[in-house]
């Protein structure tokens, strides 16, 4: 490993210490660094093997996050991880961090702020803006009216 290499894994290994990162988003930073191809694949083998890079756990975090935090919907996140390079197995994993009953509740409570927020009068109007919100937030169309109904 030449001494550029080097300076490129340790500043690497910082850049994956400081918060979960996709391969392609290290592979990118290398790029913009000046490392290229061989070296950085060679720089990305060795953060894996350090355990500095680990997609699964990317991708579990960032769907926990964006659930938890942002109120996404599984739509949303799995369409934001497949746009990060995650598929298959990871995906399937992250998926796994949103738990059934949870993620209904959320979708209630994202419903019934958002009804909070509405000035109209119309009730057709009003369920409508709400779905149209929910989906937007990633939400499956089914869901959304089984919540719909059942709160009316």
Do not use: H
């Amino acid at each position: 490993m030449t001494d550029s290499v080097k300076d490129a894994l340790r500043k690497a290994a910082m850049f994956c210490a400081y918060q979960e990162r996709t391969q392609q988003e290290v592979r990118d930073r290398l790029n913009g660094w000046g490392v290229y191809v061989d070296d950085a694949e060679e720089v990305i083998a060795e953060l894996i093997q350090q355990n500095y890079l680990n997609e699964e756990r990317f991708a579990k975090s960032f769907a926990g996050g964006k659930f938890r935090v942002k109120g996404w919907g599984r739509r949303k996140i799995k369409q934001q991880l497949q746009q990060r390079g995650i598929s298959g197995y990871n995906l399937d994993q992250a998926m796994k961090e949103i738990a059934p009953d949870d993620y209904r509740e959320t979708l209630a409570d994202l419903l019934a702020k958002k009804r909070q927020s509405l000035r109209d009068d119309n009730p057709l109007v009003v369920k409508q803006k709400l779905v149209r919100y929910a989906l937007s937030k990633g939400y499956e169309s089914e869901l959304i009216f089984t919540v719909l109904n059942g709160e009316e």
